[in-house]
């Protein structure tokens, strides 16, 4: 069965960090083009970052310089770290695999001013 279990999310004040997990499962990950989306009420899913198997990374500009996506193929997992946080980035947080089209379930991400 494949899986994505998202984790990490919360309440984080205005310039604070968070970092969110991605587990994978029942796929050959390592291979794997992942990626983190977002959405906000009202708003479009947009990509925040994505990584290839080999590393290679991108970014929303609206994250360039705050948000660094990684991965750790031993482990099956995809991070992404989150710093300067405004509240602009609340949003539900979604794993998904963009070479597979799978997606998990979510994670809340809430920024107070």
């Known amino acids: 069965q494949v899986q994505l279990v998202e984790s990490g999310g919360g309440l984080v004040q205005a310039g604070g960090s968070l970092r969110l997990s991605c587990a994978a499962f029942?796929?050959?990950?390592?291979?794997?083009?992942m990626g983190w989306y977002r959405q906000a009420p009202g708003k479009q899913r947009e990509l925040v970052a994505a990584i290839t198997s080999g590393g290679s990374t991108n970014y929303a500009d609206s994250v360039k310089g705050r948000f660094t996506i990684s991965r750790n193929n031993v482990r099956n997992t995809v991070y992404l770290q989150m710093n300067s946080l405004t509240p602009e980035d609340t949003a539900v947080y979604y794993c998904?695999?963009?070479?597979?089209?799978?997606w998990g379930k979510g994670t809340l991400v809430t920024v107070s001013s």
């Open positions: 029942g796929f050959t990950f390592s291979s794997s083009v």
């Open positions: 998904h695999t963009i070479s597979g089209a799978y």
